[in-house]
């Protein structure tokens, strides 16, 4: 009987420390803005302005 109290204590603690890991991570994560971000990692909109290999 304690030994099943402890593992669901133990459980418990490890997805408070899970959720309270999470939290920690995406506020201290810099905001960041979505034409930034696709701009610097050159994303779809590259793909129209590549120059094509026939010369066409």
């Known amino acids: ?3 099943r109290r ?3 204590v133990c459980l418990l603690m490890t997805l ?3 959720f309270f890991a999470i939290l920690v991570a995406e506020a201290g994560r ?3 803005n979505w ?3 696709s701009a610097r ?3 779809v909109d ?3 302005q590549l120059p094509s290999r026939n010369g066409r």
């Open 35 to 37: 034409g930034e971000a």
């Open 6 to 8: 402890f593992t669901i």
């Open 16 to 18: 408070f420390g899970m």
């Open 46 to 48: 590259c793909l129209g």
């Open 1 to 3: 009987m304690l030994a």
């Open 30 to 32: 810099p905001q960041r």
């Open 41 to 43: 990692n050159c994303g």
